[in-house]
C-alpha cells in the first residue's frame, strides 16, 4: 500500500513558477514508478510527467516538455515538479500517481496502482 500526498500548488502569475510535491508513504517508494497528471475544469484528466523508479528515465507530454521537470528523492520517499515558464492553459488540479512501470503512466487510470488527492494550480493572466 502506498498513499500519496500533494503539496506545493498555488496561484500564480504567467511566465512564473512553482514546485510540487509528492510525498509517499511506505516502504516500497522504490518499486514504483512515479507520474503527474492533471485535470482542468471541463476536461479529461491527462498524463503531465513520470520519472522511472530509480530516476533514471523520464517522460514528459509535449505541453509541458523544457518547461517542467520532474525528479524523486528515493531516500525522502519524495517526487518533485518543477514548473517554469507556467501558462494559463497549466491552470487545473495536479494528482501524483503510482504505477509499476514507467511506460504504465501513458495509459492514464486503467494503469495506476494509486492515486494522490490533488492540488490546485491557477496560473493567472
Known amino acids: 500500500q502506498v498513499q500519496l500526498v500533494e503539496s506545493g500548488g498555488g496561484l500564480v502569475q504567467a511566465g512564473g513558477s512553482l514546485r510540487l510535491s509528492c510525498a509517499a508513504s511506505?516502504?516500497?517508494?522504490?518499486?514504483?514508478?512515479i507520474g503527474w497528471f492533471r485535470q482542468a475544469p471541463g476536461k479529461e484528466r491527462e498524463f503531465v510527467a513520470a520519472v522511472s523508479r530509480g530516476g533514471s528515465s523520464t517522460d514528459y507530454a509535449d505541453s509541458v516538455k523544457e518547461r517542467f521537470t520532474i525528479s524523486r528523492d528515493n531516500a525522502k520517499n519524495t517526487v518533485y515538479l518543477q514548473m517554469n515558464s507556467l501558462k494559463v492553459e497549466d491552470t487545473a488540479v495536479y494528482y501524483c500517481a503510482a504505477t509499476g512501470l514507467l511506460r504504465n503512466m501513458r495509459y492514464g487510470s486503467a494503469r495506476i496502482d494509486y492515486w494522490g488527492q490533488g492540488t490546485q494550480v491557477t496560473v493567472s493572466s
Open positions: 511506505g516502504r516500497t517508494f522504490s518499486t514504483y514508478a
